[in-house]
């Protein structure tokens, strides 16, 4: 972690919680925590946000679009996160290891395709995105509430990215213990990752 994980006193209380929270919700504490030490209310306001936008979309696409955005990005935590998610929560792991076999997405059904590719596209360069690549999706089947489901779950998870990566968060060795070489080259994370101070 490159900056302190030391709340300040007025956020004491409010980071004890937050960190209690993620300690329920995972079996440990994960090392982005630390990230939100000085402000907490903003891993507060992120979660009910990712929230909002994950429980009003399939789990399994929100899981395949959050892989797509974290791979996009370069985040090796957040995609060693949800490539762990979509094999256990979602128990899709056939999906991940097409993954594995062509990480752009082809070894993928039609929809789920052209939904990896969509949200790479919306991750790496939302400005690029025209009519054209919209109207694919709805060919496919999906609705105008589907299409911004997708930007919805890439914007999620590029600001928590960006946060864990520019302050230095390191992949948790708690995740990448359970996934196998082939996983961990594909999230582009070493089991043996140190942690910070």
Partial sequence: ?????????????????????????????????????????????????????????????????TIAAARARGSAYCTAAHAKMLRDVCRDEPTLRGLVKD????????????????????????????????????????????????AYAVGVRLFFATVLDALGAQPDPETLAVLDQELLTFVGASPDIEQGP
Avoid: N
């Avoid at 900056?3 to 956020?11: K, N, Q």
């Avoid at 300690?23 to 507060?44: I, K, L, M, Q, S």
């Avoid at 979309?57 to 899981?63: H, L, N, P, Q, S």
């Avoid at 990480?103 to 052209?114: C, E, F, R, S, T």
């Fill in 1 to 65: 972690m490159f900056i302190s994980t030391t709340p300040t006193p007025e956020a004491e209380t409010a980071f004890a919680a937050y960190v209690d929270s993620q300690r329920d919700a995972w079996g440990f504490v994960p090392d982005y925590t630390g990230c939100f030490a000085a402000r907490p209310e903003v891993a507060t306001a992120w979660i009910a946000l990712a929230s909002a936008v994950r429980t009003t979309m399939d789990r399994r696409r929100f899981e395949l679009v």
């Fill in 103 to 150: 990480p752009d997405g082809g070894q993928l059904g039609a929809v789920d395709a052209a939904i990896y590719r969509f949200a790479t596209q919306v991750a790496t360069a939302p400005s690029s995105v025209q009519q054209p690549d919209v109207d694919k999706l709805r060919t496919l089947g999906l609705g105008d509430a589907d299409i911004a489901h997708i």
